[in-house]
């Protein structure tokens, strides 16, 4: 399975997850705990449910349960990991390439940055991952990366430092340019950019970018 989408327990705009499933096709899709809610509701169905279902409703479970061929994988509570990790973790051992995360945003705002920390997963495993809701894309990168106009996600685009900087930054096609700039941490410079050129580009050496593409106004 190339394609996977792991659907986790966060904040889920319903309408916006059936176009990504639409638009990605993906080749598995994975319920982590609670996230098999949203394909209750949606009368989907998962190929693999993976948690230790404590805040699942009992309802989906038993639904699910009584489904033939779907996996599931019951964890115990007492674990190190969160079930959003056991997930990614997952596919990653079953062969994916590309995993896209919906749900992993909302209130909860440790859950929100415990997942983002997931993403170095990705960079660790050569793994592409990326965190979508119906406002943000968020990636994680340690090299450089062009993005296109008629493809971006958003009117914005936010590059925040997640190591404690990130050397010789140089941003081509944006409204803001940069050329060998440091982003150093406890700064907002980069934060709400937009795409000017056909393509933009962003170049550097040195360090790990969080690349946010809004569709929100700023703050």
Known sequence: ?????????????????????????PDAAIAADSGMGYFY????????????FD?????????????PDIEIRELVPEKDDTDTEAAIRLAISRGAEEITLLGATGSRLDHVLG????????LQCGVSICMCDANNRIRMTDRGMKLRRDEQ???YVSLIPYTEQVEHLTLTGFKYPLTDACLKGFCSLGVSNE?????????????????????????
């Open 153 to 155: 996600f958003g009117t």
């Open 1 to 25: 399975m190339k394609q996977v989408i792991i659907v986790s327990g966060g904040t889920l705009d319903d309408a916006f997850a059936e176009r990504a499933f639409r638009e990605i096709k």
């Open 41 to 52: 509701r949606s009368g989907k169905k998962p190929d693999i449910i993976i948690g230790d």
């Open 55 to 67: 805040s699942v409703k009992s309802e989906a479970l038993s639904y699910f349960r009584e489904q």
């Open 115 to 122: 997942n983002i920390e997931l993403l170095g997963i990705g």
């Open 195 to 219: 795409i000017k050129e056909e393509e933009a580009e962003i170049v550097f050496d040195g360090g790990v970018l969080l690349v946010i593409e809004s569709r929100d106004a700023c703050c």
